[in-house]
Each structure stands twice: as structure tokens, then as C-alpha cells.
């Protein structure tokens, strides 16, 4: 596991009229081994910590597995799995169960089947459910009598182009769901997402169609017995596309919905009637759309990638009013090339964002990625970025020319590194890492990298790490 620090700082004279900077992001993480990996969804957990499905490959010409890593709120492995079944097989999905386990949702690489594996809360497997019949699954919720529903297509079936399985606490089937195109009117569909009605015993899918001439974007509610009672189709009359998850806000269903260069977030009724569409000021030309969450100040957060410098690809998040106004926009170089998954806006005021990263593309040697930023920053010109309380850390003089000292404390003897980064999140000076006695301590940084070469004016960042763990980080401004 690599670790790759990154903060993304304001460090200039801003004025008041500015509404809100966009989040800093604390550090991006890397999981996996020397071949290709990858992460396609995040929770948190109830405990407060992170868990993140994907797949894993153990050696070059090997099989794609099913990988889940659990985390603390820092990025920190508390356990990781990976389960070989000599087929390509990847958790697209995962939930957390009601009696404190974890579902995942397993797609198997051109295989007519679909897989459930449950597992405790140390990852160990209880029981795996195979599928036969039932591919390309999409999503899962657990029902409100801790059974679960889950949707997938059949992307070569014109008759039956997609289904709904009800399965009980052990994976059994409950009842089946088949739907043709005569019954929904859906030519091709696409479904994307699944969430239960938090208001009734009713449940949520979305997805796009394509009717021949163009895409667009269907809303249909089930009931209990996965029988449809109603659905809506947003026709534009050119290509829309229903973009990632459904969101429920109080009695209504939104949408991000995307096409023809243009954002929108529509808003559906629990009975199936168009309410209003806002029209999104989206800062980027995005390459994909994959997540959206409301924010907690009102408002909305996207997450997508775009293009930047050529091939360079990288993740982005937005945040907009209720009202579609920009509020915020940055975009996070991790890596040569991202692919965004999925994000978690956290009981912390935390977002964490996950999905592949590749740092030579194209290659078959991609990590998994979990990025977490920091959002309400109380000044931009407040040199603290995060600390423990229990580690004092600071830096005089600053701003400084040509050397400055830092000095901290620690409560016990501890091993301590302390290592100082530029603005891309690059490490260029080591200046400590060793076993060092509890109190204060004290580092002269001359402005020198690695190297001995003198590095450029500008801001930087210092990082103090305990046994391993990210205590402190803060910021310095080198003037010449």
C-alpha cells in the first residue's frame, strides 16, 4: 500500500465575497498489489468508519477477485479480503445489513449469472448465493423485513430486457420479476440504480432507454412483490441520460440527468408526476457522471472526471444551490488518469471518494484510490489544515527566507516522521524519521529538497506522522 499525500491550497488574500472554497483534499490512498485493482463503492460504516468493494488481481495473467477493504476514518487498513473463484468476478455494491454484516453485489465477467456474498464484520464469508440466468447486476437494498431486492439487465435479451429478484436473509430467491418491452414500453433499457422509498414499502429504479432514435431517462416504482405501479420518462427529444444514483429529498425523487452538453437535476413525485428540472451550472465538459449527494448547507455535490492537459484525467467535485448556481468547483490530480466511483459525505462533515487510479495508462497495473477532503475551512488564511490536539506543531519564522524551524511535541516516545510537501501533494524533504523521547522537539528546514536543490518561493506543507498515522499538517510560505 502506497500512500500519496495531496492538499490543494488558498493561500492568497481572498475577499469576503467569495461564498465558500472548495474542499482540501487531506490525502489520497492506494490499495491493492503490483498488478490491477480497483474500488466501485464506499459507505461508511456504524461504526464511523469506511468500507470499499472492487476487484483485486493477484498476479498479471490471473483472474479478476472480489476485494473489500475496511478503513478507519484516515485511510487506515483495519482488515482487507480478497476472494479467488478462478473467474472474473468484482463487488460492484455494498451495503451494511441490519444485524451489523455486509452484502455485496457481485458482477462475473461473461458468465450468465449474478452472485450475493454476505460476510461478517471482519470480512469473513457466511454464505454466497449464485444466480444462474441473472446478469450484468446494477443494485441492492435491504427490504424493511431484512430480506433484499436486487436489479440487473439482460443486454442481449430484446424480450426480457431486464429483471428483480426478492431474496430472504439467506440469499434464497423469494420471487422473480421479469419485464419485457410491451409491458414498460422500454425499447433497450439500461437500469443504473435502486433505492428503497423511505415513505412507504415501495421501491425506486432508474436507468435509460433507448428507443431508437435517442436515450432517455425512466423513473419506475415496484411494490412489495416487484410489480410496477407506475413510471416516468423524461423525453427531450434528443440523447439523456440518467447520470448515477437516485436521490429521495422528503416526498420527492431527483435525477441528475445529462445530455447534449447540458445538467440537470429533475424532481419526480411519490406518484410518478414530473415536479420541476433545474438546470445545473456545471464548470467542466465531464467525461463521466458518477455520483451526487445533497450537501449538508442545502444544495447539491457532483462528482465526475474530465480531462486536463492532454490525456491527464482527473477527479471532480462541484457544488451547486438548490437553484443549479455554482457554489464551488476544483478538480484533484491523484494520478495520470482517474476514474471516480462513488463518494461519501460523512457524519463528519468529510467527503471521501473512491474508485481506479492508473498512474502510466493505459495499463493493467491500476490501484484502488480512497481521497479524503476537508470541507468547511474556517479561514483561507488560517495556516492549519488538520491537527490532533495532542501533537503542538508550528513553524517560525512565516512566511520565511531562507530557513525556518518547526517545532512540535509529543506526549510519548513514539516514532515520528516529519516531512514537508509541495502544492501538487509531491514529497520533496524528509527532514525526520525515527524513534524520538516524548516533549518538544525542534527541525530546521533550509528550503532544500531531497536533493540539496533550493526549491522555488511559494506555499508548502509540513506533515507530522505518528506510528504510521497522520497527526498534524500545516502549511508554510517560503518568500525571496
Known amino acids: 500500500m502506497i500512500r500519496y499525500f495531496f492538499i490543494f491550497i488558498l493561500f492568497t488574500f481572498i475577499s469576503p465575497v467569495f461564498a465558500q472554497n472548495p474542499p482540501f483534499l487531506l490525502w489520497s490512498e492506494l490499495y491493492g498489489g503490483d498488478h490491477s485493482d480497483g474500488f466501485d463503492c464506499v459507505i461508511e460504516t ?41 473467474r472474473h468476478t468484482r463487488a460492484i455494491q455494498v451495503i451494511e445489513t441490519s444485524d451489523g454484516d455486509f452484502l455485496l453485489l457481485v458482477e462475473v465477467d461473461n458468465q450468465d449469472e449474478t452472485w450475493l456474498m454476505k460476510v461478517d464484520s471482519m470480512g469473513n464469508e457466511i454464505w454466497t448465493q449464485l444466480y444462474l ?47 419485457n418491452r410491451f409491458q414498460t414500453g422500454l425499447e433497450y433499457p439500461i437500469l443504473i440504480s435502486l433505492i428503497k422509498n423511505d415513505n412507504s414499502n ?26 410496477i405501479d407506475w413510471y416516468y420518462m423524461h423525453e427531450t427529444n434528443h440523447h439523456n441520460y440518467t447520470a448515477c444514483n437516485i436521490i429521495q429529498d422528503e416526498s ?51 462528482l465526475g472526471c474530465a480531462f486536463f492537459s492532454g490525456s491527464n484525467r482527473d477527479f471532480v467535485l462541484f457544488q451547486t444551490s438548490e437553484n443549479g448556481e455554482l457554489d464551488w468547483q476544483d478538480h484533484y490530480d491523484i494520478s495520470t488518469y482517474e476514474q471516480p466511483s462513488s463518494l461519501v459525505l460523512s457524519n463528519s462533515n468529510d467527503i471521501y471518494v473512491v474508485g ?18 476537508q470541507i468547511d475551512i474556517n479561514s483561507a488564511n488560517n495556516n492549519l489544515i488538520s491537527l490532533n490536539n495532542s501533537y503542538d506543531i508550528s513553524n517560525y519564522p512565516n512566511p520565511f527566507n531562507p530557513t525556518t524551524t518547526i517545532s512540535f511535541s509529543i506526549p510519548e516516545e513514539e516514532i515520528v516522521e516529519l516531512s514537508v510537501y509541495n502544492i501538487k501533494g509531491q514529497k520533496i524533504k524528509s527532514l525526520l524519521n525515527n524513534q524520538i523521547v516524548e516533549g518538544e522537539h525542534s527541525i530546521v528546514w533550509n528550503g532544500e529538497d531531497d536533493s540539496g536543490k533550493k526549491v522555488g518561493s511559494g ?20 518568500l525571496k
Open 46 to 86: 456504524s461504526d464511523g468508519n469506511l468500507l470499499m468493494c472492487g476487484y483485486n488481481k493477484l498476479t498479471s495473467g490471473g483472474w479478476y477477485n472480489i476485494y473489500i477493504v475496511k478503513t478507519d476514518a484516515d485511510g487506515v487498513i483495519e482488515w482487507e479480503q480478497c476472494y479467488p473463484y478462478y
Open 202 to 227: 415501495g421501491y425506486l429504479l432508474s436507468g435509460h432507454n433507448y428507443n431508437y432514435s435517442y436515450y432517455e431517462t425512466f423513473l419506475i416504482r415496484i411494490n412489495n412483490l416487484g410489480e
Open 459 to 478: 506555499v508548502y506543507l509540513y506533515k507530522l506522522k505518528v506510528n504510521g498515522r497522520i497527526e498534524a499538517v500545516k502549511k508554510c510560505l517560503l
Open 356 to 373: 481506479i487510479s492508473d498512474e502510466d495508462p493505459p495499463s493493467y497495473s491500476t490501484d484502488g484510490f480512497l481521497s479524503k477532503l
Open 252 to 302: 420527492e425523487f431527483l435525477l441528475w440527468i445529462f445530455g447534449e452538453g447540458n445538467n440537470w437535476i429533475v424532481a419526480i413525485d411519490e406518484n410518478g408526476n414530473y415536479v420541476n428540472s433545474v438546470n445545473i451550472e456545471c464548470p467542466y465538459d465531464l467525461h463521466t457522471c458518477d455520483d451526487f449527494k445533497i450537501a449538508q448547507n442545502q444544495g447539491y455535490i457532483f
Open 133 to 179: 440466468g441473472y446478469e450484468y447486476p446494477k443494485s441492492i437494498v435491504e427490504t424493511e423485513n431484512n430480506e433484499f431486492i436486487l436489479i440487473g439487465d439482460h443486454y442481449d435479451t430484446d424480450f426480457y430486457p431486464f429483471w428483480i429478484l426478492r431474496v430472504d436473509s439467506d440469499g434464497e430467491i423469494v420471487w422473480v420479476q421479469l419485464y
